[in-house]
């Protein structure tokens, strides 16, 4: 096998902020990162030729293996980990089937020896200067004469233990009755948690006072000119020039959140004239936080002097919350916001056994598992303020007020059976075995929670498309001319479609926009 292990201090001592194993792996030569660590290749290769294992156990998220192969969907900690190793030539045969590069992580375990320790880091908002972006788009809060900073206040403890494994010996032969269980049995314990309330600054396009009533201004060699658009359409025939109440609706509730806190700043260029008169960015920072729980346990016994067993689980939870990473907090301030969690458990059991002087076996049993929940407590009454629909008022250019229509799960279970034998026939070792693993993919979905209505204005209907013109905005550009149309189909609810999705059930029935279930498996030998 060709590669490199990394062992003990060098585990501890390198100063990982994010107390992930994983980022130790970006450290060695061959790892190319652009970004963040989850970016990450080896060697040049792609992301799909990567495996990585904790005991034996697939960590990855086969759903994504392909394009996010360097992620762990099981966590490595530093405190927790005993052994690094990454192989990239010749890996062993027991995992021949895996991939080009194997990336293994091995547990710490207990010894004769009772041993622990205790950390905890900390980051804070006082200790951090503003963003340049808070200082440019934020006011200072009252009494303060610098823009708000972004909270950040990052909190990871936890501790380690580990040593001989007590038990009952119940005075047989003599001897006391509990047996310290040096030599005999071992255990290992790790605990972390990680919290950090977080914010993220956001900016937002709304529409100036003036466009929500329909007074539309646009810039001419003669300076900024306005229009009534419902003046424009009260003097056509046969059109709507009064707005739909819908869209008012939705209009007033976003204008009526921009009042509880951020700025409103004018669109401006360099030199610090409005280059957009109908627009404004709104800028605000929701806040959340995270919550992550990350527990190893490891035990080992010695049942004979030529076999020995091994039990470690991995259970970590990324408890649900604000899910900023998929740009689901809320919209505005007020409005619905939107969470992400997982149960992440690993198991792994192997027996290693001694057959006279020269041949070594293990057999091992790996299985990882855990449901990731995307948005779980969306429901059609997060749209009850929009009469039950997703009205797309992004026609006119500015940001709607939803942060999502869907809601998604998934799981990955592998089952894993490996079993490699090393042989010593003199100077000589020769190794073989085999592997036969399981893997799962399990999900359902909501793609859509309730219909979308789109808004604009067709060519074909002349007379609506038409009144928009040189004639009634004199002076007007035509993309100031399309920009127009689209603010006034967006304030009267002119539909251009209506989309909603019907799907084949277990019941062989179709219904509008159900939950979806897939099951797919996939077995690999090698």
């Known amino acids: 096998t060709v590669g490199t292990t990394i062992t003990g201090r060098q585990i501890t001592e390198t100063p990982i902020a994010s107390r992930d194993a994983l980022d130790l792996v970006g450290l060695l030569p061959g790892t190319a990162t652009v970004g963040r660590p989850r970016t990450s290749s080896i060697n040049g290769l792609p992301k799909g030729s990567l495996s990585i294992t904790i005991d034996g156990v697939d960590v990855q998220d086969n759903?994504?293996?392909?394009?996010?192969?360097?992620?762990?969907?099981?966590?490595?900690?530093?405190?927790?980990?005993?052994?690094?190793?990454?192989?990239?030539?010749?890996?062993?045969?027991?995992?021949?089937?895996?991939?080009?590069?194997?990336?293994?992580?091995?547990?710490?375990?207990?010894?004769?020896?009772?041993?622990?320790?205790?950390?905890?880091?900390?980051?804070?908002?006082?200790?951090?200067?503003?963003?340049?972006?808070?200082?440019?788009?934020?006011?200072?809060?009252?009494?303060?004469?610098?823009?708000?900073?972004?909270?950040?206040?990052?909190?990871?403890?936890?501790?380690?233990?580990?040593?001989?494994?007590?038990?009952?010996?119940?005075?047989?032969?003599?001897?006391?009755?509990?047996?310290?269980g040096k030599n005999r049995s071992f255990f290992f314990f790790n605990y972390e948690e990680f919290r950090q309330p977080e914010s993220q600054t956001r900016t937002r396009t709304v529409l100036t006072p003036d466009a929500q009533a329909g007074i539309f201004k646009y810039i001419t060699s003669g300076g900024t000119q306005q229009v009534n658009l419902y003046q424009i359409a009260a003097n056509t025939p046969g059109q709507v020039a009064t707005v739909d109440p819908s869209v008012a609706a939705v209009l007033a509730r976003i204008r009526s959140s921009l009042g509880t806190t951020g700025t409103l700043t004018n669109i401006v260029n360099s030199a610090g004239a409005i280059t957009d008169p109908n627009r404004q960015l709104y800028n605000f920072t929701p806040s959340g936080g995270q919550l992550r729980k990350f527990l190893a346990l490891r035990f080992d016994v010695n049942i004979t002097k030529d076999h020995s067993f091994e039990f470690i689980t991995n259970q970590q939870e990324f408890v649900p919350s604000k899910d900023f990473l998929n740009s689901q907090d809320e919209r505005f301030p007020g409005?619905?916001?939107?969470?992400?969690?997982?149960?992440?458990?690993?198991?792994?059991?192997?027996?290693?056994?001694?057959?006279?002087?020269?041949?070594?076996?293990?057999?091992?049993y790996a299985i990882s598992t855990g449901l990731s929940t995307f948005s779980p407590e969306i429901s059609a009454a997060d749209f009850a303020y929009s009469k039950g629909f997703l009205l797309s008022i992004d026609a006119a250019s500015i940001t709607t007020p939803y942060s999502r229509n869907s809601s998604s799960n998934r799981n990955t279970p592998t089952y894993d059976f490996t079993n490699n034998v090393t042989w010593i026939a003199g100077n000589h070792s020769i190794g073989f075995g085999g592997q036969i693993k399981l893997i799962r993919a399990e999900s359902s979905a909501i793609g859509r929670i309730v219909p979308t209505i789109s808004f604009g204005l067709l060519s074909a209907d002349s007379a609506a498309f038409g009144m928009f013109s040189t004639t009634t905005m004199p002076g007007a550009s035509s993309g100031q001319l399309t920009e127009a149309r689209n603010l006034y189909a967006t304030l009267i609810g002119r539909v251009t479609g209506y989309t909603s999705t019907a799907y084949l059930t277990a019941d062989g029935t179709y219904k509008e926009n159900a939950e979806q279930s897939r099951l797919s498996k996939q077995y690999t030998y090698g």
Do not use: C
């Not at 762990?72 to 895996?98: K, M, Q």
């Not at 091995?106 to 972006?133: E, I, P």
């Open 63 to 180: 759903v994504l293996r392909s394009s996010d192969g360097f992620f762990t969907y099981v966590r490595p900690r530093v405190d927790a980990i005993d052994e690094v190793t990454v192989s990239t030539a010749n890996p062993g045969a027991e995992s021949g089937g895996d991939g080009a590069v194997q990336i293994k992580f091995v547990t710490r375990r207990g010894t004769n020896d009772y041993t622990g320790g205790v950390f905890w880091q900390h980051r804070n908002t006082a200790l951090n200067s503003a963003y340049w972006f808070n200082n440019r788009d934020l006011k200072p809060l009252p009494g303060q004469t610098d823009a708000p900073r972004n909270v950040i206040q990052l909190n990871q403890y936890g501790g380690r233990f580990g040593g001989p494994l007590p038990f009952l010996n119940f005075g047989e032969g003599g001897g006391p009755m509990v047996n310290s």
């Open 335 to 364: 409005l619905p916001a939107y969470s992400q969690g997982s149960v992440r458990d690993s198991y792994s059991m192997a027996l290693r056994s001694t057959f006279g002087k020269s041949i070594v076996n293990e057999a091992r």
